[in-house]
């Protein structure tokens, strides 16, 4: 064996090396070190890893730990959305006095939904979709994103390519949200659209020209949201410039 190959890092603080003095190797792919694990997968395609997660616990979650290092799918939609949910103590058309201030109840909630096309001879195109929610409760500015849901957002970002729209509705579009975007394992580079929706953008026109750089975005919807400061100029439209004139093949 390759001792190159152990070397290789893993984002798992449990993942262990090969002894290679040792004269007795492990024999089944489950039982091989995670950083090997990952070297391996790495030059298998999606599918072939989507079939290696039901053969045990273990391997599943490694592969899920370092699914930004190995291959993906493409989604041709990307929606993020976070609003307020209201908890009722009692059902709807049920009389009752109010004994509870009601932002002690209110939670807020992050949808995360994928859109993939797929081919089926038998079907022609199809769609399938996933959607991830996360709920907490409701602490400071509604709009603006918490830890645990840029984790739950880079953890969905680690897992797909995004391969056309890719939209945001409600949210923050801040500092903290910039730099989860903009990871070297984000892959948002084939984005074609951007849709904001009822978003607050408290980004300076250098980050925001660098969020648009990443992508390869040839159509910039902002609906009803509102901006701390001027971010859209001549600067910004060269960039979405750029992207159409590569995409038509211009100079």
């Given at each position: 064996m390759d001792p190159s190959l152990c070397s290789v890092a893993s984002t798992s603080a449990v993942a262990g090396l090969i002894d290679t003095t040792s004269t007795q190797h492990?024999?089944?792919?489950?039982?091989?070190?995670?950083?090997?694990?990952?070297?391996?997968?790495?030059?298998?395609?999606?599918?072939?890893?989507?079939?290696?997660h039901r053969v045990n616990k273990r391997l599943r979650k490694i592969l899920r730990r370092n699914?930004?290092?190995?291959?993906?799918?493409?989604?041709?939609e990307m929606t993020i959305k976070m609003g307020v949910v209201e908890k009722r103590s009692r059902p709807l058309g049920r009389l009752h006095r109010?004994?509870?201030?009601?932002?002690k109840v209110s939670r807020r909630r992050l949808s995360?939904?994928?859109?993939?096309r797929c081919v089926i001879p038998s079907k022609s195109h199809i769609s399938k979709w996933k959607e991830l929610n996360e709920e907490e409760d409701q602490i400071g500015d509604?709009?603006?994103?918490?830890?645990?849901?840029?984790?739950?957002?880079?953890?969905?970002?680690?897992?797909?390519?995004?391969?056309?729209?890719?939209s945001f509705c409600g949210i923050a579009i801040d500092i903290s949200l910039y730099e989860r975007l903009t990871k070297s394992w984000v892959h948002i580079s084939n984005a074609r659209d951007l849709v904001f929706t009822l978003c607050r953008f408290r980004l300076g026109t250098e980050q925001f020209r660098?969020?648009?750089?990443?992508?390869?975005?040839?159509?910039?919807?902002l609906?009803?949201?509102?901006?701390?400061?001027?971010?859209?100029?001549?600067?910004?439209?060269?960039?979405?410039?750029?992207?159409?004139?590569s995409c038509?093949?211009?100079?």
């Open positions: 492990p024999r089944r792919l489950s039982d091989l070190p995670e950083n090997l694990i990952r070297v391996i997968f790495d030059r298998l395609t999606y599918a072939d890893i989507l079939r290696s699914a930004h290092y190995l291959c993906r799918p493409s989604v041709s109010i004994l509870y201030d009601a932002s995360i939904t994928f859109s993939r509604e709009h603006e994103m918490s830890t645990v849901f840029l984790d739950a957002l880079s953890e969905s970002l680690k897992q797909v390519t995004v391969d056309g729209r890719l660098d969020l648009l750089s990443r992508t390869n975005s040839q159509k910039l919807n609906e009803l949201s509102q901006f701390d400061e001027c971010i859209l100029n001549d600067y910004v439209s060269q960039t979405l410039l750029n992207h159409f004139k038509c093949g211009g100079t």
